[in-house]
């Protein structure tokens, strides 16, 4: 229980007695007052009548009769006995009767028991009344007593428990302050209670703890750990840059002040926002640690760097350092590391294969054009007659050049797309001519497997932003990949939507379908799904999606494994 509660709920009951005995003592002394005036006004007062009484007829003069006639008055205005009615009445009869003759001793002796019977009377009233009072006073006295014993025993308990409870903790904190001072890191205040001193005990432990995790770390251990670490970094081939917490650079090494082309005191210690007003670099660096601060490890697309008088391909990667301070729960961004690795090498060896692959692609069309030329001389019966088996001969020959044809034309394509030299002609065009034109192209291929086109294209669509020639090309490439996995006389699905800003294009097949671990490595260059026995590259779509990517749009599949696949062309509408 809290230290807090604990002194509420004492000096409150505390109080609360203290209100209840105030209470109880001002009604017992209340109803002393009422018993005691009732004395003084009922009976003494019946008495001081009786004694005037008897004074005025011991005098006998005229004036001394009617003083007693005033008292007899008083006294039948001020009856409040059982039995004084008719004694008053007595007194009264014979009083009127010894006016008549006053020379009667008799009559007066009679008046004079009547008064003494009187007051008597009265005298017993006053007895029982102050029986009465005292068994007030006794009662008052009984429970002014328990109020005040429970008073005395509360305040009792409060002052044996309370001081220690207050006092020894802080003892005891007080002796493990003296011991963090005289640097016994180690001293430990451990309070099983969950009052303040319970927290104020957690507190101290953590303080402790982060006291002697300090006293431990030895300066010079640190520097030469410090030491350490910039040598290693600045042995890293690569360009590195610590950020703190506030985007300041607190390190960088020295291809990384090489590429940024400034001094190491123009950068070290200074805010990146301020550097980046005069370094293009360094704006492109922090770009996306000013947008968002989440995530580790985020790689950006190869940025190309000129430095030391050559061009160089660098890869970024970002990384959040996160660490839990000592003592608490929940991590604390202390900083970014941001790594540029040189790629330079790759990047040249890649341009090297794409235009070897180029180069080879190029001078492959000229011989296989040559060989179907050659081909379609040979079927010519003019030239001369083939038998069946040099018939099957060429045809076998035929295929095989078709396909060769068609792997160069992919080769050629995929190094457009890596060199980036893809030539775009992006006019406004109409969908249906494009699909008609795809669809025209596959119509002898998809009669092979008996397969029919289910088309939904509405009368009046919208054009598209989109190259006629590459668009159709990935279509047709569509519509021959959905001909090849569907089963024999099944049906193709293809229709045209119009949506708010795209038009969208969707090709539906009724094959096997693909897994769901291969959903998302579609799209990626030279992937075919395991166990196919389809031919293929592994090119088409990963062209498909560079042609529609660079026209702005957007491709998509669609899958469940054993129904069949649905790939989705987004078009941009004309601004």
């Not at 009856?79 to 009559?107: M, V, Y």
């Not at 042995?235 to 001094?263: Q, S, W, Y």
């Not at 294009?505 to 998302?520: C, L, M, N, R, W």
Request: proline content about 2%.
């Amino acid at each position: 229980m809290k230290i807090k509660t604990k002194l509420t709920l004492g000096v409150g009951l505390l109080f609360l007695l203290i209100i209840l005995l105030s209470v109880v003592g001002a009604k017992y002394i209340n109803e002393l007052k009422n018993d005691t005036e009732n004395i003084l006004i009922a009976n003494y007062n019946s008495l001081e009548y009786s004694r005037n009484m008897l004074i005025a007829l011991d005098d006998g003069t005229e004036k001394a009769f009617r003083k007693f006639e005033t008292n007899l008055q008083n006294q039948e205005n001020n009856i409040t006995e059982i039995g004084e009615p008719e004694a008053t009445a007595e007194i009264r009869s014979s009083f009127e009767t010894f006016k008549l003759n006053n020379s009667d001793i008799s009559l007066e002796s009679t008046i004079r028991k009547e008064i003494f019977r009187l007051m008597d009377m009265n005298m017993q009233a006053i007895q029982r009344k102050s029986e009465v009072a005292k068994a007030t006073a006794d009662k008052a006295v009984f429970w002014i007593a328990i109020t005040g014993t429970m008073c005395f025993l509360i305040a009792f308990v409060l002052l044996i428990n309370l001081p220690s409870n207050i006092a020894n903790p802080i003892k005891k904190l007080t002796e493990s302050t003296n011991q963090i001072a005289a640097e016994n890191y180690s001293e430990r205040v451990r309070f099983e209670s969950h009052s303040e001193f319970g927290q104020l005990a957690k507190s101290f432990n953590t303080m402790a703890q982060k006291l002697e995790e300090f006293n431990n770390s030895n300066l010079a251990k640190l520097m030469k750990e410090k030491k350490r670490i910039e040598t290693l970094i600045n042995n890293m081939h690569d360009p590195v840059i610590g950020l703190d917490e506030n985007l300041k650079v607190i390190f960088a090494n020295e291809e990384a002040i090489k590429i940024i082309g400034m001094n190491e005191t123009e950068i070290i210690g200074h805010h990146t926002q301020e550097l980046a007003v005069k370094n293009d670099l360094v704006r492109t660096l922090i770009q996306d640690l000013l947008i968002a601060e989440s995530g580790n490890g985020i790689k950006s697309k190869p940025m190309k760097i000129y430095a030391d008088n050559k061009e160089g391909y660098f890869e970024k990667e970002t990384l959040h350092i996160s660490v839990v301070p000592t003592g608490e729960q929940t991590k604390q961004l202390i900083g970014h590391f941001i790594i540029l690795r040189n790629i330079t090498e790759h990047k040249e060896l890649d341009f090297a294969k794409t235009n070897f692959i180029a180069t080879v692609s190029h001078e492959f069309k000229t011989p296989i054009s040559s060989i179907k030329m050659s081909l379609q001389l040979l079927e010519n019966e003019e030239i001369g007659k083939l038998n069946d088996e040099q018939k099957n001969l060429v045809e076998s020959i035929k295929d095989d050049a078709s396909r060769l044809l068609k792997i160069t034309g992919e080769l050629l394509n995929m190094t457009q797309v890596e060199s980036g030299n893809i030539q775009l002609s992006i006019l406004p065009s109409d969908p249906k001519e494009i699909l008609w034109y795809a669809i025209n192209a596959t119509k002898t291929q998809a009669d092979q497997k008996q397969i029919q086109f289910e088309i939904n294209c509405p009368e009046n669509i919208s054009n598209v932003q989109a190259d006629n020639e590459k668009t159709a090309w990935v279509l047709t490439n569509l519509i021959s990949n959905a001909i090849r996995y569907s089963y024999d006389n099944s049906i193709i699905y293809i229709s045209i939507e119009d949506a708010i800003n795209q038009v969208h294009i969707s090709v539906k097949d009724t094959g096997q379908g693909i897994a769901p671990q291969y959903k998302d490595k579609i799209f990626d260059r030279y992937f075919r799904v395991p166990g196919t026995k389809k031919e293929g590259t592994g090119l088409g779509l990963a062209i498909s999606k560079e042609f529609i990517e660079a026209q702005g749009g957007q491709i998509a599949v669609d899958s469940e494994f054993g129904t069949g696949s649905t790939f989705t062309l987004a078009l941009n509408k004309p601004v």
